[in-house]
Every structure is written in structure tokens, then in C-alpha cells.
Nanobody, 120 residues
Framework: QVQLVESGGGLVESGGSLRLSCAAS????????MAWYRQAPGKQRERVAR???????NLADSVKDRFSINMDNARNTVYLQMNSLKPDDTAVYYC??????????????WGQGTQVTVSS
């Protein structure tokens, strides 16, 4: 069974930086895409960044000048580098991926989430 394990969240002051990691484990034979979502209290979950195996990345307009997403294919790990953080970035950040395991079809997976809090 695939597991997505996130790390790197925490408390940071406004203007600071954090790097989130999401490592996928299991009998993985293919990763189609990996993405980061976030959900702030009282708000809907929104996609922040996405990496696709075709080589493309996408960033939400609200973060494109401050965040970047990178994939380490050898480690099945995606990173979200967050710079110039603002209080509005405070949320639980979730990793999401479409992955195929040995003898299984493509499945969608979620991580458990990691809290990011930006103080003003």
C-alpha cells in the first residue's frame, strides 16, 4: 500500500521560509503527478502546486512568485519550497499523488497533512 509522508511544517515568522517534503513509499512502478494542497480553517482545500511526470509544474497565482515545487525521482519525493511566507499562507498542507503500484491500477493518495503557521 502506498503511503505519502509529509514533513517540514512548523511555525515561522512572516517573510520567512519553509520547505515541505512528501515521500511516497510502496511497491511503486509509476508516479503520474504529485501535488500540494492546503486548507485553512473555514476555507475549502485548494491546490497550491503540482508536478507532472511530463516535466511540467503549476503554481497557484497566489504563490507563484514565492513558492516552487521540485521532484526527486530517485527518492519518490516532492518538495515545496515556500519563501516570503505570509500569514495568509497559514494552513494544513496536504500531499496528493496519482501512483501505480505493482499489479494495481493508478490510484489517488493523500498524505496526513502538515501544519504551517505564519505569524505576523
Amino acid at each position: 500500500q502506498v503511503q505519502l509522508v509529509e514533513s517540514g511544517g512548523g511555525l515561522v515568522e512572516s517573510g520567512g521560509s519553509l520547505r515541505l517534503s512528501c515521500a511516497a513509499s510502496g511497491s511503486i512502478v509509476g508516479i503520474n503527478d504529485m501535488a500540494w494542497y492546503r486548507q485553512a480553517p473555514g476555507k475549502q482545500r485548494e491546490r497550491v502546486a503540482r508536478w507532472h511526470s511530463g516535466g511540467t509544474t503549476n503554481l497557484a497565482d497566489s504563490v507563484k512568485d514565492r513558492f516552487s515545487i521540485n521532484m526527486d525521482n530517485a527518492r519518490n519525493t516532492v518538495y515545496l519550497q515556500m519563501n516570503s511566507l505570509k500569514p495568509d499562507d497559514t494552513a494544513v498542507y496536504y500531499c496528493n499523488a496519482n501512483i501505480r503500484e505493482v499489479n494495481r491500477s493508478w490510484q489517488n493518495y493523500w498524505g496526513q497533512g502538515t501544519q504551517v503557521t505564519v505569524s505576523s
